[in-house]
């Protein structure tokens, strides 16, 4: 990437803790690109789940519903959106980690230091040179320009990890996979696309279960929302785990968001729709929707259990999900055939990706005041 600006730098907090990071730099002047965008201050969004639990897949519907396209560059980058993956804060190369003996997930192998002074620096409309950890090499290369924009999605092991990176998030999303599901979908994923043996992958599961637990999953204890996806109720003793029960799990004290709800806001509903509107094949499909605690917090649970055939059929059930802050009618149903054939796209999975989306859009539009755009009205 070719590194073009107009700032005048310095060294960033945090850029002594590793010589891979000691060109990493904060801009000491606010962005010109502020004036030119038109940004107050950038919205700052953090999306944590462990590898295989699908930030990909969600950040595509997200980009979507912005209606903006991102660079396929290692810094996605487009005219509203950029997306930083904390991947690059590692404080040590592959071989580095190897001889230190920690792994990527062990808080001690990332410099939350730097990470918090850049995140910071950009909320506050100020370009950074940031470290690039190369997912090819194992290696990190030199760092590379990353200006201000509207929104800055920040994703990946521990966005919501360190306190000083957490103060700088208007919002925060955690994807959380079941134990059952993660294994059966990298299993699949490693085997049939990477080539790897059966045993090395449940052996590569059951290394990473002590860092994951420790440093990784205590994350979603605070976040505004957490996706949770899990196996089926609907099939007794299933050993496939294709179909899942997804659950989207809302604060309901966040300060920047008001969660959905199904049909009575406060209730507790469970809802098996009309099999002549909604086109489902074995098991079919249940919605559920209620009050609940997690972690000993308030939340409105948000509950899809199985799948459906028809993807133009969901505006059926969209007529019955409210707050889900939809420009026009039939746009989640619209998202959802944007992207057919991504993963999840006819269950559960899919349909609450769409939603939080939705949310970071309504975040969006709170925390600056300006409403977004959309086509397809």
Known sequence: MVNVSTDTWVKAPGADKSS???NAKIASNVSEVLAKKGIERPVIIGVAADSGCGKSTFLRRVTGIFGTEVSKTHTPVGNFISVICLDDYHL??????REARVTALDGAANNFELMASQIQALREGK??????????TGEIDECELVE???IVVI???????????KKSLDFSV?????DEVKIAWKIQRDMAERGHSLENILASIESRKPDFAQFV?????????VMEILPTRLIPDDDEKKVLRVRLLQDENSENFDPIFLYDEGSTIDWVPCGRKLTCSY????????PDTYYDKEVAVFEVDGGFEKLDEMVYVETHIERAGTKFFGEITQSLLRNPTAPGSKNGTGLIQVIMAMMMRSVYEKVTGKPVAVSGN
């Open 217 to 225: 999953d205590p994350q979603k204890r605070d976040c505004d929302v």
């Open 127 to 136: 370009s950074i040179m940031k470290p690039v950890y190369n997912h090819e």
């Open 148 to 150: 201000p924009n509207h």
């Open 155 to 165: 994703e990946g092991l521990h966005p919501m990890y360190d306190t000083r990176v």
């Open 20 to 22: 891979h990071h000691a």
């Open 283 to 290: 098991p079919g499909i249940k919605f559920h929707y209620g």
């Open 92 to 97: 040590h190369d592959r071989m580095g980690r």
């Open 174 to 178: 955690y994807l959380d996979l079941a």
